[in-house]
C-alpha cells in the first residue's frame, strides 16, 4: 500500500486575515473537534506548526504569509513530507 498525502493552501487577502483563520482553527480543534483530537503545537525552522491526528492521518497547518497551509499525510512519512512541504511550498 502506499503512503497518502493532502495538501490544501487558503489564500487570503493579507497575513492578517491568515492568521485570524488559523487562530479560529487552532482553537475550534483545541476545544474538541469530531473526528480530531492530540493538539499539539511544534516549532520547526522558526514556525508555529500545528499537528492534529484525525481520520487515520497526521494533520499539519501553519501560517505562510497570507496563506493558511493544511497537509494532510499517512503517519508512516508525515514528517518527511512535512519537511519536504515547508521547502516546496513557496
Do not use: C, T
Amino acid at each position: 500500500d502506499r503512503a497518502k498525502a493532502m495538501l490544501y493552501i487558503s489564500e487570503f487577502d493579507s497575513e492578517g486575515q491568515a492568521r485570524q483563520q488559523i487562530d479560529l482553527m487552532r482553537k475550534k480543534i483545541e476545544k474538541g473537534s469530531k473526528g480530531f483530537g492530540h493538539f499539539r503545537e511544534l516549532e520547526i525552522e522558526e514556525r508555529a506548526i500545528y499537528s492534529v491526528l484525525g481520520f487515520g492521518q497526521i494533520h499539519y497547518f501553519y501560517l505562510d504569509s497570507n496563506r493558511v497551509i493544511w497537509l494532510a499525510v499517512d503517519p508512516p512519512v508525515a514528517e518527511l513530507v512535512l519537511k519536504v512541504a515547508l521547502k516546496v511550498v513557496k
